[in-house]
């Protein structure tokens, strides 16, 4: 227990205030999110931008690749949760289709196998599996939340699952610790969304 709190004081020691910026607009983005807010869109630009830097400044090439993308989708998103066939119109929560689903299966296998392709011959990753797993979820998550469909939360969850012990075992204990507040959000934003699409659907 006293090597847990060792690391995790020695993580908050080596915490800049970009990442402390970071880690903050992060989590209101998901919190906005939860809220059905436009404003996840905003604060989660800030995050995604900061960390960015941040994985350049480091080397983190892949996940400053995945925040580029991220990045995209948010711009998109905040375009797509406002208009409507081109016109300025809120959209509604919904479902995706069960032909989306195969799509999105076979979307998913492809960022997987080339994600875990580049970690496996281009890196030093020791948890290629699981990197490459997480990676092309929160990708198809991100791809859903921009188009505002129920199931992003669904996958953010199982996401967040997973990603708590594998930054835990890589001994980055503060960001084990973000991901469990972004596993609590997401749980409380996948009801909060069920009970607006719910409603809509009995309407």
């Known amino acids: 227990m006293s090597d847990w709190f060792n690391i995790l004081y020695q993580n ?11 880690v903050v607009f992060g ?16 604060t989660g630009i800030v995050s995604v931008l900061l960390y960015v830097y941040i994985c350049l400044n480091f080397g983190l090439y892949a996940d400053m690749g995945i ?7 948010s711009v998109f998103g905040w375009y797509n949760w406002t208009h409507q066939k081109g016109e300025l119109k809120t959209r509604p929560i ?15 296998a492809f960022f ?4 875990r392709f580049v970690l496996i011959n281009y ?28 199931e992003n939360w669904t996958l953010w969850i199982i996401g967040d699952l997973i990603s708590i012990p594998l930054y835990f075992y890589k001994g980055l204990i503060l960001t084990s610790i973000q991901y469990l ?7 409380m934003g996948y009801y909060a969304w069920l009970k607006i699409i719910n409603k809509i659907e009995n309407d």
Request: no cysteine; hydrophobic share 60%; glycine share 2%.
């Open 12 to 22: 908050l020691q080596d915490t800049t205030i970009i990442e402390v910026i970071a």
């Open 27 to 42: 989590l209101l983005s998901v919190w906005y999110a939860r809220k059905e807010n436009i404003l996840v869109f905003p």
């Open 67 to 73: 925040n580029a993308f991220y990045f995209g989708m």
């Open 94 to 108: 919904s479902r995706i289709s069960n032909r989306s689903k195969i799509s999105l299966v076979l979307l998913f």
């Open 112 to 115: 997987f196998f080339i994600i």
């Open 123 to 150: 890196t030093d990753s020791v948890v290629p599996n699981i990197d490459s797993f997480t990676t092309a979820i929160f990708l198809i998550a991100m791809w859903l939340m921009s188009l505002k469909k129920i």
């Open 181 to 187: 507040v972004f596993l609590v959000l997401a749980v």
